[in-house]
């Protein structure tokens, strides 16, 4: 079956401490995302990369970063700079050239921090 | 800068009834998409319905349609015949016409529907 997978489904975070949640896909896409949601909000984008080697900061990009060394991986990092990260983060990806309208989302991620 | 205003936080809808979600945006663009996003239980989000802002036409898929406005700047989703596993949250969204444009979402509205 092809699609998006997301682990762990819950990660706990200590004060200081950075945590990568993963995001991997084997649909052939080549742009991927990242995504928080929070209670009573819509998803705010983190950052996406339309290419492997190559990634763009999103509207809420303090205190994460990301890797694409491969196609169908998109790691995202909670550093310690990120003063509240308890969220539930989704990972997308849709195919090159046909817009975030044709993303498929992950089962997400839900992190809480100890 | 865009955005995307959904202003019923809950709607509730009896068993085969209609219901309609509002969502209104603001932009200055001429080319811009318009989607319905559908997010149940278990948190994944799935694509309902889309509409490009050219076409006077309303997007229809099965019991799903909208309303587009695009000189009031609405966008409201409709749902005949509502079934119990309409239950979820609706987010409406907006994404500029280039081809990689990102989508900007509203807050959702939660969508109960009693049997």
């Known amino acids: 079956d092809g699609g998006i997978t997301q682990s762990p489904k819950y990660l706990f975070r200590k004060e200081g401490q950075n945590v990568t949640l993963s995001c991997e896909q084997n649909?052939?896409?080549?742009?991927m995302y990242w995504y928080r949601q929070d209670p009573g909000q819509g998803l705010r984008l983190i950052y996406y990369?339309?290419?492997?080697?190559d990634f763009q900061k999103g509207d809420i990009a303090e205190g994460y970063s990301v890797s694409r060394e491969k196609k169908e991986s998109f790691p995202l990092t909670v550093t310690s700079a990120q003063k509240n990260p308890t969220a539930f983060y989704l990972c997308?990806?849709?195919?090159w050239g046909q817009g975030p309208e044709t993303q498929y989302f992950g089962p997400g991620t839900r992190l809480l921090v100890l | 800068a865009q955005t995307v205003t959904q202003s019923q936080p809950e709607m509730s809808v009896q068993e085969a009834e209609t219901v309609t979600l509002s969502c209104t945006y603001d932009?200055?663009?001429?080319?811009?998409?318009l989607f319905w996003y559908k997010q149940p239980p278990s948190r994944q989000m799935i694509l309902v319905i889309r509409?490009?802002?050219?076409?006077?036409q309303n997007a229809t898929e099965n019991r799903f349609s909208v309303n587009f406005q695009k000189a009031a700047k609405s966008f409201s989703l409709k749902i005949s015949d509502s079934q119990l596993g309409d239950a979820a949250m609706y987010f409406c969204?907006?994404?500029?016409?280039?081809?990689?444009?990102?989508?900007?979402f509203g807050k959702g509205t939660k969508l109960s529907v009693k049997p």
């Open positions: 997308a990806s849709s195919p």
């Open positions: 932009t200055s663009e001429s080319d811009y998409y």
């Open positions: 509409q490009e802002a050219y076409k006077q």
């Open positions: 969204a907006y994404r500029s016409g280039g081809s990689q444009g990102n989508l900007i």
């Open positions: 649909l052939n896409h080549d742009a």
């Open positions: 990369s339309q290419i492997v080697n």
